[in-house]
Nanobody, 118 residues
């Protein structure tokens, strides 16, 4: 199983980025997918999640600015980030998770750096 993030980079405050997460080796559609981020010196935090059924939830800090989506046919997940702020600077990670008969299947990508700075 492999998750590969892409789309990070340097952007000015107020700008936009779209992160992508490409999954392989897994039936992506049955997993809940989350985007997490970790800033230097801080704990990893959940940014947004989309369930296998398509329900979404967001951290308060990104509500109204970020949108999570998925394309199960392409085994892809996305995080559209608008109105970016310097405090959004972090390494962003894609996570796919499911529980089956009490067993947790939990996969992570390697992360992609997002830097918001003028």
């Amino acid at each position: 199983v492999q998750l590969v993030e892409s789309g990070g980079g340097l952007v000015q405050p107020g700008g936009s980025l779209r992160l992508s997460c490409a999954a392989s080796g897994v039936i992506f559609s049955i997993y809940d997918v989350g985007w997490y981020r970790q800033a230097p010196g801080k704990q990893r935090e959940l940014v947004a999640v989309i369930t296998s059924g398509g329900s979404t939830n967001y951290a308060d800090s990104v509500k109204g600015r970020f949108t999570i989506s998925r394309d199960n046919a392409e085994n892809m997940a996305y995080l559209q980030m608008n109105s970016l702020k310097p405090e959004d600077t972090a390494v962003y990670y894609c996570n796919a998770i499911r529980l089956n008969l009490g067993i947790k299947f939990d996969y992570w990508g390697q992360g992609t750096q997002v830097t918001v700075s003028s």
